[in-house]
Structures are given as structure tokens and as C-alpha cells.
């Protein structure tokens, strides 16, 4: 099949839905909660919606530029704007990185259906916050039972990942996204029914502005960046398959909208719950495993909540294992010249044997470090810290540096058929001020920032 004969998505609720199960996932359901947590609150939402839309959806755009010019896989992508170049780095590294992220993120995945079987069976109830913890943790280092649950979220994956992109992602994405809203909506409403609402409300909208600082506005911004999915090769990989009449800039809104509107609803499904029960909001990333569940274990019908709860936290995860997946499996098929279905297995098995490591880096591999970290935590800061920003900044760099202008208005325009205001604006934030950003990022998540301030 030829670049112009590349398969696309069907229809334009499609492109979006498919789009946005992209970049929701649990960055955006589990991760933002407890960010907003420990930056400040109010402060921290507001900082984090101004990195959005000032650093993001730009961000977003130029792989959306990057992914439908090239109509090639994330590696192919670069090869195809720059050919004979050394930029195609950065299409392994969006390759690399989706490989490595889900290896791990499929461990935290199959952890959310061991929570909903709990959930089910009435194993969540009666239980006080120190027997929740240990639980997690007989859990998550015994051998076997993660992963099992580890396995079996692969596999799913893989069942969409083989069935193609229109009978398989976007197909998957019709459901589960509009699956994902009602239930997301629906544990908002009992939330809000709850007698803390009015101070968790009150400590995830009003900003208190004593609580800002440099480190907010860069934590806004690396959160801005994990939720969004930017730098990981899956927004080039799915904008691939974008057709040409596709609205790059309006989907790029649309999408960004949406993955906000969803950090939003889990922040208001979350602080009530936690004011209401007395539970400091800083309590971090065990929120989802631990607090939320003990809080559920304290209101009528919990147990229902909690399996609901997990049901969405399950969906998020596949919407993302999906993208992370695909990203490889195209790059397999179409650089190795392997048929999809081949390609597929090959990449779930990689990824079964990478998770099947991750596991047991909380057990039995516990002793196993690198750096002082075990498998899975190593992962993720090689990933999140260093691959996925520097990932972001050359993207930038590359397009602002080797994309003519006007080749680069002609796409984001459909051949001036779609009016871009600013262009101008949006070209020269992405040649200087887009770098930067996200160079402050990198330095930020390593740690070299505060080492730099302190010697100036």
C-alpha cells in the first residue's frame, strides 16, 4: 500500500474520539488528581490550563503537521521531511519510548482489573486504610496474579491492534470514549453528593496564589505534557491516518478540549471525596489504589462505586496502551515490511516480556536496581523525564529549523482551504519559545534547575 492509498480513519467523530483516547489515559484520571494535590490546588489547575493552550495544543498541531505531511509511521515520518538526515532519531526515540512505556504502564494497567474483580467479588469492603495498603502491596510484589492481570490487558490490546485502524481503534474508541464520559460523569454527580464538596470544590477551583511558585508552573507544564501524550510518537502515529480534508487545527482544539474537560471531571470526582473524608489531598499517587478505595469502602453501595470506578480507570488505560501499541506496530509493519497481524504479535510479546520484568521488579526482582531503582521505576524516569521532553523539544526544533513556512501553512491549512489566524504567531512559538519550554521541563524533571539556580 502506497502513502497516498494509506488507510485512514472513517468518519470525522472518529478522527476525534480515537484522537482523544490518545492522550486520556491515566496521566489524565490518575496522575492529574494528585499533581494538582501537591502543586497548590486552584493555583496549580490554573497554571496547568494556560501550559495547555499556550504550550500544547501548539505542540500538538505540529505533530498533527508532522504525522499527516509524512503519512508514514513515527520513524518513517522523519525519514519521508528529511530524508538522508539524521532526524529520524527522533522518530526511534517516539518509538522507543512508546515500547518502553508499555512494557510498564500495561503492569499499572492490569492492576486496575485485579481492583474491579476486588471490587466485584466485595473484597474492597470493610477494610481500615493500613489493611488497603498492605494489600497493594502483598498485590503488587507477589509473583503470579499481576502478571496474570498484566497479560491479559496485552492481550486485549492486541485484539484491537490487530483488527486494524478503522475496524479496531476507531471502532474501540466509539465505545469506550463515550463510555469513559458517562461513567467519569456519572461518579462526579455521587461525588458532589458528598458533604466535603464545598472545600474540595473550593481547593481545586479558588487559586491561592502563596502557593506559587517556579515549580508549579513547571510541574503545570510537564503535566501538560504527559497528559496530552506529546513526544511519544502516538499523536504523529494516529494524525498518520488523518484524511486530507481533516481540520488539523480545529481536531488539535477538539482534542485538547476534551482531554482538559476529563483532568477537570476526575478533580471534581476526586477533592470532595477526599474533603470529605478527611484525607489530605497531597496524598499522592496512591490515591487510586489505596485512598479512593477506602473512601468508597465508607459510603453506601461502595463496592458498586468502586467497581465503576475501576471500570473507568480500566477504559483510560486501553484507550492509551492502544496509541502506545499502534505506535510500534506500524513502525514494524511498515519499516520490516511485515503483514499488521505479525507485526502485532511480535510487539505484544516484546511488551509481555518487558511487563512480565516490570512486575516483578516490586517482588521478586525488588533486589534488582538501576541506579537505585527498580525496573519499573526506571522506566518510567527514562520515559517520562528524559526521552518524552527531549522527544517534544527536537520536534519542535525540527520543524522550526528544516520546514519551510509555507509548506508548513500549506498542510495546516488543507492548501489554504482553512483559515489560520496567527500563523506567524504559532510559527515563531514553535522555532523559539516551544524549545525552550520544554528544555526548562527536561531540566526540571532531572533536577538540573534547582542545581542551577543555586549556583547563580
Not at 463510555?179 to 464538596?197: D, E, H, K, M, N
Not at 502516538?234 to 486530507?244: D, E, M, N, Q
Not at 491549512?413 to 483559515?419: E, I, P, Q, R
Amino acid at each position: 500500500m502506497s502513502k497516498n492509498e494509506r488507510v485512514t480513519f472513517g468518519s470525522k467523530i472518529g478522527v476525534i474520539l480515537a484522537t482523544v483516547g490518545c492522550a486520556v489515559g491515566l496521566g489524565s484520571i490518575w496522575r492529574f488528581p494528585y499533581m494538582v494535590g501537591e502543586n497548590g490546588g486552584g493555583v496549580f489547575l490554573l497554571v496547568f490550563m494556560l501550559c495547555t493552550l499556550l504550550l500544547g495544543l501548539p505542540i500538538m498541531i505540529t505533530e498533527f503537521f508532522i504525522g499527516r505531511r509524512s503519512r508514514s509511521n513515527v520513524a518513517g515520518a522523519f525519514k519521508t521531511l528529511a530524508p538522508g538526515s539524521h532526524w529520524s532519531l527522533i522518530g526511534y526515540n517516539g518509538v522507543l519510548a512508546a515500547f518502553l512505556i508499555l512494557g510498564f504502564y500495561s503492569v499499572v494497567s492490569g492492576w486496575t482489573l485485579e481492583y474491579m474483580w476486588q471490587a466485584l467479588t466485595g473484597s474492597l469492603s470493610g477494610k481500615t486504610t493500613a489493611e488497603f495498603a498492605a494489600d497493594f502491596e502483598s498485590f503488587s510484589s507477589s509473583v503470579f496474579r499481576p502478571i496474570g492481570w498484566t497479560l491479559v490487558f496485552i492481550a486485549m490490546t492486541h485484539i484491537i491492534i490487530v483488527s486494524g485502524v478503522e475496524k479496531g481503534i476507531e471502532r474501540a474508541s466509539k465505545i469506550m470514549m463515550p463510555a469513559l464520559f458517562l461513567i467519569l460523569l456519572l461518579l462526579c454527580v455521587r461525588s458532589l453528593t458528598l458533604p466535603g464538596v464545598k472545600e474540595g470544590l473550593a481547593f481545586l477551583f479558588k487559586p491561592d496564589f502563596s502557593q506559587f511558585s517556579s515549580s508549579v508552573v513547571l510541574s503545570a507544564m510537564g503535566q501538560t505534557f504527559f497528559s496530552l501524550s506529546i513526544g511519544m510518537g502516538c499523536l504523529i502515529t494516529y494524525s498518520s491516518y488523518f484524511g486530507k480534508d481533516t481540520n488539523l487545527q480545529m481536531t488539535a482544539v477538539q482534542v485538547t478540549v476534551l482531554n482538559t474537560l476529563v483532568a477537570l471531571l476526575a478533580g471534581i470526582m476526586i477533592f470532595p471525596a477526599v474533603f470529605s473524608f478527611g484525607i489530605e489531598p497531597t496524598a499522592g499517587p496512591e490515591l487510586v489504589f489505596i485512598t479512593l478505595p477506602n473512601i468508597f469502602a465508607q459510603i453506601p453501595l461502595g463496592n458498586v462505586w468502586s467497581f465503576i470506578f475501576f471500570i473507568l480507570l480500566a477504559l483510560a488505560a486501553l484507550t492509551s496502551t492502544i496509541s502506545l501499541h499502534e505506535v510500534v506496530t506500524a513502525y514494524v509493519h511498515e519499516e520490516y515490511h511485515m503483514t499488521r497481524k505479525k507485526a502485532a504479535w511480535l510487539v505484544s510479546l516484546g511488551v509481555g516480556v518487558i511487563g512480565i520484568f516490570c512486575s516483578l521488579s516490586f517482588g521478586l526482582l525488588k533486589e534488582y536496581t538501576i541506579g537505585g531503582l527498580i525496573l519499573f521505576d526506571a522506566l518510567d524516569y527514562l520515559t517520562a523525564k528524559i526521552m518524552m521532553p527531549l522527544g517534544g523539544m527536537l520536534i519542535c526544533i525540527f520543524v522550526g529549523k528544516r520546514i519551510e513556512k509555507k509548506v508548513l501553512k500549506e498542510e495546516l491549512t488543507n492548501k489554504g482551504s482553512v483559515a489560520f489566524y496567527f500563523f506567524n504567531t504559532y510559527a515563531f512559538f514553535i522555532k523559539y519559545i516551544a524549545p525552550v519550554a520544554i528544555g526548562l521541563i527536561f531540566l526540571n524533571e532531572l533536577g538540573l534547575l534547582k542545581k542551577l539556580a543555586e549556583l547563580f
